[in-house]
C-alpha cells in the first residue's frame, strides 16, 4: 500500500514538473500607465525569452510551471515573477533612478552609473512632480549633496543663486548650465520639460575646461520614445500664497512709550504725553503683506513615436502674483518646446530640441534701504496710511524719522515699471556611425534673447524725502543677447578579450557670445501717468550734464579641443582621463591658451572573487579624481585700456567734461584655476535596498582676480572712473565631506517607501589676498559705516569683521573701569553696550575689530520622504542649514522709527538686562556694527509635503485615461530657526557682502491644488 501511494506521488510530481505553459502578457510603465516596448523578459536560468512589442505584449512559450520570470528594463527595477498557471500577465514596471544599470549624462557622452568614477548626483522627473519647484533651482535644495541653493528674494521671478560645494572665488561661483548639449539658462526653463538634472562635482566636469571650474549642471529635456503610443499629458495646480512670517513689531502704545523713555532719557520733552488712545495702531506689516495670493500653472504634452522617430511637444504657463503689490510684482511664464528624434537610416539620426520661453516680470524696490519692506518695518504705528480726505498720508520728515522713510502703500501705488524677455534656444545634433565601433557627433546650440525693460518716475511729493521725484522720467532699455555652440566630436567603443572596454571621446567645440544694449531716459513724462510713459513723447530737456543715451556691445569667443579615455577591465578596474584645451578671447594674447588636465579611477570591489555575495552587502565600489579646471567668468577686456573715465578738460577758458582711461589695463590677466580632488564610496546593502554615497573633497581655487593693487597715483587711478589694476592674486581652498543614503522597502503589492537623507560639511578658508591692504572688502551696514565684510587669508571668504561686545554696562563704576569708547563716537554710559578691547592696548577703536561670524553654512542637510499606499501616495521635503550667519540690518537706527519687540526687554537699570542696551535720542555708540546685530541663522525648512490619489485603474479605463491622479500640498510649510528676520536662507548671492539682511522679501507658503491628466 505504501509503495502505491509513493509511486502515485512520484507520477504526480513528475506530471507537475514537466508541464508547460504558454504565457502571453503586457507590460506597462507604473507612473503613467504607458506601454513599455522592448523590455526582456527571461525564463530564470535559461535562454529562454521574449521581448515586448510596440504595445507592450509578449508571447513565451513552452514556459515550466512554477518557473521564475526575470523582467528588466534600462531605468526600470528588475522583477521576479513566478508563474503557476497560463493566466495572462498584467506587469507594471517601476523607474529606477538608483539602478546601477541607470545611463548617466557626463558631459559629451553617457556612462552607465556603475562605472561612474566621479562624484555625480542626479536628479530625476519624480523629483520634479513631487517638488511642484516654480524654477528649476530650487528642484536641488536638500535634494543632491554638496548643493545649497539661496534666494535672492521671494518676490515672483527672482534670481536664485547655486553654490556647489561652497564659494570658491571673489568673483562668479554659479556652475555652468548645459541644456542638452548648449551652454543655457536654468532660470527660464519650465521643470516640467525635464527629464533629469545631472550634477558634476568634481574633476568629471573637467571635460568643460575653463567653464566648468564651479561645477556643472547637466539637464536633458523630456523626449518621446521611439514605438511608443501617443501619449497626451495635461497637468495643472492653482496655489494661493502668504507671508511665512510676520516680524513682532511694536504697537503704537508700546512704541510711545519706548520714544517717551527715549526722549526723557536724551533730556527731552516726551513727544506722547498722552499715551491712554493710541492703541494698536497700524500694523504696516499687514498693510504692506496680501493674502490668498493667486499662482496658477498650466502645462501639456504630447509624446509618442514611431519604430524610426520619436518627437515630445510641450508647452506651459505659470502665473504668480506677489504677497507684496499682488498685481505690481507679478511674474508671467510661458514656454513651447519640441523635441524630434529620427533615424533616417540605420547610420544617421538627427536629434532636434527647441524652446521657446516668454517672460513677463513686474517689480517693486523689495530689498535694501528704502525698499518696501524696509518702510513697513520702520514706518510709526502712530500714523495711519491714509489721511481723512483719502490720500496717502507722508512719514514726517525729521531728525527721528530721516529722509528715506516712506509710506510704503504710497511707495507701492507710485511704482511703476516692466521687463520683457523673449528667449529662442536649443540645438540641432546629427549623429554617424561611421564604423560599427565609431560615432561622429556635430551639434550645433544657439540662444538668442531679446529683452526690453521700461520704469517710470512719477513726479511725487514724499514731503521732502529723498524718493521725492520733481520731473518725471521714463527709462526704456533694449538688450540683444546671442551666442551659439558648434561642437564636433567622435567617439570610439570596443571591447577586446571579453575582459578590456575601451571608449574614446576626441573633439572641438567653437564658443561665441555676442550682443548690444541700448538705454535711454526721457523727462515731463505726459500727464506724468504710466500710459503716457514712453521715450517718444517724453520731450522734456534733460538736467544740465545728464547722460540720457547710452550703449553698449560684446563679442567673447573661445575655441576648445577636448579628449577623454575611458577603460575598464572586466567592469572591475575604473579608470577615465581628460585632457581639454582652451583659446577665450577675454584675456591677453599672452594667455588665450591653457590646458586643463584631470584623471579619476574606480574599483568595484564587490566583483572581486574574494567579495562573497550575501544579502547583506551587494555592491561596493572606491573612486578617485583629481582634476585642474578653469573660470574665465571675469569682466571682459580687463586686458586692455578702455575710454570709459571721466575726465574734465579746459578749452578756451571753458571746463568741459570728457572721458579718459578708466581701470588700468593688466595684459598678464589670465583664468582661475580650480584644482579638484575627490575620494567617494558607492555601497548598495540589503538586497539593494540601501544605497549609501560619501565623498570627501578638497577644492583649492587660486589665480582669483584681486583689485586695489597699489601703483603710482601719476597714472591716475584716483580720477573719476579710475581705478588699479585687477591681478590673479588670491586664493580660497573649500573641504568637506558627504554624505547620502537612501533606502527602499516594498512592504507588499499595495504599500511600499523611500527615504533618502544627505549631509554635507563644508570648511572655507581664504588662501591668498595679495595686495595694498591684505583683504578685499564688500557689504554694507546701516548709513555712513564702512564695509562690514572680507575677504582676508586664514578666514571664510565674505566673513563679518566688526567689533565684539561684552554685555551692558550696569554703573558707571563699569564704564570708569573699562577702556574708553569714545573713538566709536560717543561716551559710555550705563545701559550701552560694553566692547571688548581684543587687542589689550587700552583703547576701543577700529584696530579692535575681530571675525564676528560668516554667512556659510558649516553643514546642510536633506530629509526626503515618499510613501505609497494603494492608490494614495505622499511625500515630504525637508532641508537644514546648521552654522550659517546673518546680519540684522533692517532696523533704521533713528530715534524715532518702529522697532521689533525685543527692545521691551531694554536696559532701564541695573540689572535689568545685559544684552539689549538702553534706549535714548543721546548719542551713542550702540548702533555702530558688532556682534550685536549678527546672529545664528541656522534653520530647518520643511520644503515641501504633499498628498495625491490616483482613481483606480478600472476606473480610468472606462473613461479613456492612462492615469488620473488629483493632489494637494503645501510648499515652504514652515522654518523652524532663531533667527529674528524674515528668512535665513536668504542673501544677495555677493561672495563677499551676502548674509546681510536688509528685509529679504519672504518666500510664500503655497497651498495648491492639482490635477494630473494622461490620455
Not at 520683457?420 to 565609431?438: A, F
Not at 522720467?473 to 561642437?487: K, P, R
Request: no cysteine; aromatic share 12%; charged share 20%.
Amino acid at each position: 500500500m505504501n509503495k502505491k501511494i509513493f509511486y502515485l506521488l512520484f507520477v504526480f510530481t513528475t506530471f507537475s514538473w514537466s508541464q508547460t505553459l504558454d504565457l502571453t502578457g503586457n507590460v506597462k510603465d507604473k507612473a503613467n500607465n504607458d506601454p513599455l516596448p522592448g523590455v526582456n523578459i527571461v525564463v530564470k536560468g535559461t535562454s529562454l525569452g521574449a521581448s515586448t512589442d510596440f504595445d507592450g505584449n509578449f508571447v513565451l512559450n513552452d514556459v515550466p510551471t512554477n518557473s521564475v520570470l526575470v523582467v528588466s528594463y534600462l531605468g526600470y527595477q528588475t522583477q521576479e515573477i513566478t508563474v503557476t498557471n497560463a493566466n495572462p500577465l498584467d506587469i507594471l514596471m517601476e523607474e529606477d533612478a538608483e539602478s546601477l544599470e541607470t545611463v548617466v549624462v557626463i558631459g559629451y557622452g553617457t556612462q552607465k552609473k556603475r562605472e561612474v568614477t566621479g562624484a555625480v548626483s542626479t536628479v530625476g522627473t519624480e523629483v520634479l512632480d513631487e517638488l511642484k519647484p516654480i524654477k528649476v533651482e530650487q528642484a536641488l535644495q536638500g535634494t543632491v549633496s554638496g548643493v545649497n541653493v539661496t534666494s535672492q528674494s521671494g518676490a515672483p521671478g527672482a534670481g536664485l543663486d547655486i553654490r556647489i560645494r561652497g564659494i570658491s572665488t571673489n568673483g562668479a561661483n554659479g556652475p555652468l548650465v548645459i541644456i542638452d548639449g548648449y551652454q543655457g539658462d536654468l532660470s527660464i526653463l519650465n521643470p516640467n520639460d525635464i527629464e533629469t538634472i545631472t550634477v558634476l562635482k568634481d574633476a568629471q566636469a573637467a571635460i568643460y575646461g575653463t567653464i566648468g571650474a564651479n561645477g556643472v549642471v547637466l539637464i536633458t529635456t523630456k523626449s518621446g520614445r521611439k514605438g511608443a503610443k501617443t501619449k497626451v499629458s495635461y497637468n495643472s495646480w492653482v496655489g494661493f500664497q502668504e507671508t511665512t512670517r510676520e516680524l513682532p513689531l511694536l504697537n503704537a502704545t508700546e512704541y510711545a512709550l519706548i520714544l517717551n523713555e527715549s526722549y526723557a532719557a536724551g533730556g527731552q520733552a516726551v513727544p506722547f504725553p498722552n499715551v491712554s488712545g493710541l492703541g494698536v495702531g497700524t500694523n504696516w506689516q499687514q498693510e504692506v503683506f496680501n493674502e490668498a495670493v493667486p499662482i496658477i500653472s498650466h502645462d501639456f504634452s504630447v509624446s509618442g513615436g514611431s519604430e524610426k522617430i520619436a518627437y515630445s511637444i510641450s508647452g506651459s504657463h505659470l502665473y504668480q502674483q506677489g504677497i507684496i503689490a499682488p498685481v505690481k510684482s507679478d511674474f508671467r511664464r510661458n514656454t513651447a518646446r519640441l523635441s524630434l528624434r529620427a533615424d533616417l537610416s540605420d547610420k544617421v539620426k538627427v536629434n532636434t530640441n527647441l524652446i521657446y520661453t516668454y517672460l513677463d516680470r513686474d517689480a517693486i524696490n523689495d530689498s535694501g534701504l528704502g525698499s518696501v519692506l524696509f518702510n513697513g518695518l520702520n514706518a510709526p504705528p502712530t500714523l495711519s496710511p491714509f489721511q481723512s480726505n483719502g490720500d496717502f498720508s507722508l512719514i514726517p520728515s525729521t531728525p527721528g524719522l530721516g529722509i528715506e522713510i516712506i509710506n510704503p502703500l504710497a511707495q507701492i501705488e507710485n511704482t511703476f515699471n516692466d521687463f520683457d524677455l523673449k528667449k529662442l534656444n536649443g540645438t540641432v545634433s546629427l549623429d554617424y556611425e561611421i564604423l560599427e565601433n565609431l560615432n561622429l557627433t556635430g551639434r550645433i546650440g544657439f540662444n538668442t534673447t531679446n529683452s526690453e525693460g521700461k520704469t517710470f518716475a512719477k513726479q511725487i511729493d514724499y514731503g521732502g524725502k529723498v524718493f521725492d521725484v520733481p520731473r518725471s522720467s521714463v527709462s526704456q532699455n533694449a538688450i540683444n543677447d546671442d551666442s551659439y555652440t558648434l561642437d564636433f566630436y567622435g567617439t570610439y567603443k570596443n571591447s577586446f578579450a571579453d575582459a578590456h572596454n575601451v571608449t574614446f571621446t576626441v573633439g572641438t567645440t567653437i564658443y561665441k557670445e555676442f550682443g548690444n544694449g541700448l538705454f535711454a531716459t526721457g523727462f515731463d513724462v505726459p500727464n506724468n501717468d504710466w500710459g503716457f510713459a514712453d521715450i517718444a513723447l517724453a520731450n522734456g530737456a534733460p538736467p544740465a550734464g545728464a547722460i540720457t543715451v547710452g550703449s553698449y556691445q560684446y563679442d567673447e569667443r573661445r575655441l576648445s579641443f577636448f579628449s577623454r579615455l575611458q577603460y575598464d577591465y572586466k567592469g572591475k578596474y575604473l579608470f577615465s582621463a581628460m585632457l581639454r584645451r582652451d583659446l577665450s578671447t577675454r584675456f591677453g594674447p599672452g594667455n588665450r591658451v591653457a590646458y586643463f588636465p584631470s584623471v579619476t579611477a574606480g574599483w568595484v570591489v564587490s566583483d572581486e572573487e574574494f567579495f562573497k555575495e550575501s544579502s547583506f552587502m551587494n555592491f561596493m565600489k572606491f573612486r578617485v579624481s583629481y582634476g585642474i579646471l578653469g573660470n574665465d567668468q571675469i569682466p571682459n577686456n580687463g586686458y586692455i585700456g578702455q575710454l570709459n573715465g571721466e575726465g574734465t578738460y579746459v578749452f578756451d577758458g571753458t571746463l568741459i567734461n570728457g572721458v579718459a582711461i578708466g581701470q588700468l589695463p593688466n595684459p598678464d590677466l589670465q583664468w582661475e584655476e580650480a584644482k579638484k580632488f575627490d575620494v567617494g564610496l558607492d555601497l548598495k546593502l540589503f538586497d539593494n535596498k540601501v544605497d549609501i554615497v560619501t565623498d570627501y573633497f578638497i577644492n583649492k581655487r587660486d589665480n582669483l582676480l584681486i583689485s586695489n593693487i597699489p601703483v603710482s597715483g601719476i597714472v591716475g587711478v584716483s580720477a573719476p572712473g579710475g581705478a588699479a589694476p585687477t591681478v590673479n592674486a588670491g586664493g580660497v581652498e573649500n573641504k568637506g565631506f558627504e554624505f547620502a543614503i537612501t533606502y527602499k522597502e516594498d512592504i507588499s503589492d499595495d504599500f511600499n517607501f523611500n527615504i533618502n537623507y544627505n549631509l554635507t560639511t563644508l570648511s572655507n578658508r581664504v588662501t591668498e589676498v595679495n595686495n595694498s591692504t591684505g583683504f578685499l572688502e564688500g557689504g554694507s551696514f546701516g548709513v555712513g559705516q564702512p564695509a562690514i565684510s572680507r575677504m582676508e587669508v586664514g578666514q571664510p571668504i565674505g566673513y563679518f569683521f566688526g567689533y565684539q561686545t561684552n554685555g551692558i554696562f550696569q554703573n558707571q563704576g563699569e564704564v570708569n573701569a573699562h577702556p574708553s569708547q569714545i573713538a566709536l563716537g560717543a561716551d559710555a554710559a550705563p545701559g550701552d553696550l560694553r566692547f571688548v578691547d581684543t587687542n589689550n592696548d587700552g583703547v576701543i577703536d577700529p584696530n579692535d575689530r575681530v571675525n564676528l561670524g560668516d554667512p556659510i553654512p558649516d553643514m546642510t542637510m536633506g530629509l526626503n520622504l515618499t510613501f505609497n499606499y494603494k492608490n494614495i501616495d505622499f511625500t515630504a521635503y525637508a532641508f537644514a542649514s546648521i552654522g550659517n550667519d546673518m546680519v540684522r540690518n533692517y532696523e533704521r537706527t533713528l530715534t524715532d522709527v518702529n522697532r521689533l519687540n525685543y527692545v521691551l526687554g531694554r536696559w532701564t537699570g541695573e540689572g535689568t538686562s545685559n544684552t539689549i542696551p538702553r534706549v535714548t535720542t543721546a548719542a551713542t555708540s550702540n548702533n555702530v556694527f558688532s556682534d550685536f546685530f549678527v546672529e545664528d541663522a541656522s534653520y530647518v525648512r520643511i520644503q515641501n509635503i504633499q498628498v495625491g490619489y490616483s482613481l483606480p485603474q478600472d476606473v480610468i479605463d472606462k473613461i479613456g485615461m492612462t492615469k488620473a491622479r488629483i493632489y494637494a500640498g503645501v510648499n515652504n510649510l514652515y522654518t523652524f530657526t532663531k533667527y529674528k528676520g524674515y528668512d535665513p536662507g536668504a542673501s544677495n548671492g555677493a561672495p563677499i557682502g551676502g548674509g546681510i539682511d536688509f528685509g529679504f522679501y519672504p518666500i510664500p507658503r503655497t497651498y495648491l491644488f492639482g490635477i494630473n491628466l494622461n490620455f
